[in-house]
């Protein structure tokens, strides 16, 4: 039997709100990055780093001097 195919991918970590992992799956699944038959928030943040995606911000930000 052959195993699944070894990506090279990196696992990150992040604290948000409780509700947060869940909105950000279906974010991902209704625009189509979908793994296991639900949304992958992992493609979902590839996409957004590899600009596929742009994100446009409802309110305006200035952290640490980047205009968002």
């Known amino acids: ?3 699944r195919k070894k ?3 990196t696992n990150i970590h992040a604290r948000v709100d ?3 992992a869940d909105k950000l ?3 991902a699944q209704k625009l189509g990055y ?4 639900e949304g992958s928030t992992g493609q979902l943040l590839d996409a ?11 309110k305006t930000s200035s952290k ?3 205009r968002i």
């Open 64 to 66: 640490n001097g980047l």
């Open 25 to 27: 799956k279906e974010i």
């Open 34 to 37: 979908i793994y296991n038959s």
């Open 1 to 3: 039997m052959v195993g």
């Open 7 to 9: 990506l090279d991918r």
């Open 48 to 58: 957004i780093a590899n600009g596929e995606l742009i994100l446009i911000s409802t």
């Open 18 to 20: 409780p509700k947060t």
